[in-house]
């Protein structure tokens, strides 16, 4: 495809400090997804990369980079969750965007008691629970389509999601009217 492109538009493609710079200026909700490995072990990402796909039947997906653990422990297990987070909860976003290896150590969390997969409960102001539908390759990321099979929604958490974008996190409380 990319040749194509170059031979269509006369150039190639723009470093990836171009294209990260770019994808600054777009503000994105941010979430943790989450996953159990086979052996009970949870793992978990921030991930901004997360859309809506079908309504019928209700179809998400989250672009998560090749090599990530979490990805591996979510294809091993096929079940996730994607934690959308509330605008107090910045300090979560931070640590699972960090890999630290305790951050689930640090949080407080709970087990979906089908799928086994961690919940981020005061972190989150909706939560889904997915299996994988099917994965995609592109570039150095997986494109991951859930099958959302049950949504959480937690009101009392916040009526504001978290957003990045502009390289900082905000809210939409912070936007004049």
Same mark, same amino acid.
């Given at each position: 495809?990319? @040749?194509? +492109?170059? *031979?269509?538009?006369g150039? &190639?493609p723009v470093?990836?400090?171009?294209?990260?710079?770019l994808?600054?200026?777009?503000p994105?909700?941010v979430?943790v997804?989450?996953?159990?490995?086979p @052996?009970?072990? &949870?793992?978990?990402?921030?991930?901004?990369?997360?859309c809506?796909? *079908?309504?019928?039947?209700?179809?998400? =997906?989250?672009?998560?980079?090749?090599?990530?653990?979490t +990805?591996a422990?979510?294809?091993?297990?096929? %079940?996730?969750?994607?934690? +959308?987070l509330? $605008?107090r909860?910045?300090?979560t976003?931070?640590?699972?965007a *960090?890999?630290?290896? @305790?951050?689930? $150590?640090?949080?407080p969390?709970?087990?979906?008691p %089908?799928s086994?997969?961690?919940?981020?409960?005061?972190a989150?102001?909706?939560?889904?629970d997915c299996?994988?539908?099917?994965?995609l390759?592109v570039? @150095?990321? =997986?494109?991951?389509?859930?099958?959302?099979?049950? %949504?959480r929604?937690?009101?009392?958490? *916040?009526?504001n999601p =978290?957003?990045?974008g502009?390289?900082?996190y905000w809210?939409?409380?912070e936007v &004049?009217?």
């Open positions: 495809m990319t @040749d194509h +492109l170059t *031979s269509a538009v150039r &190639p470093d990836a400090g171009q294209f990260r710079s994808m600054a200026t777009l994105a909700g979430a997804v989450t996953t159990t490995a @052996d009970g072990r &949870p793992w978990g990402m921030t991930c901004s990369s997360i809506s796909v *079908s309504l019928r039947p209700p179809i998400l =997906l989250a672009c998560l980079r090749e090599q990530s653990p +990805l422990a979510l294809l091993e297990s096929s %079940v996730f969750a994607v934690n +959308l509330h $605008d909860a910045e300090a976003a931070t640590l699972f *960090s890999g630290a290896a @305790d951050r689930f $150590d640090r949080v969390w709970s087990r979906e %089908v086994g997969v961690p919940h981020l409960v005061e989150a102001h909706a939560i889904a299996s994988v539908e099917q994965t390759r570039g @150095d990321h =997986l494109v991951v389509f859930g099958t959302v099979h049950r %949504v929604t937690q009101p009392e958490r *916040s009526a =978290l957003l990045y502009m390289r900082r809210s939409l409380a &004049p009217s």
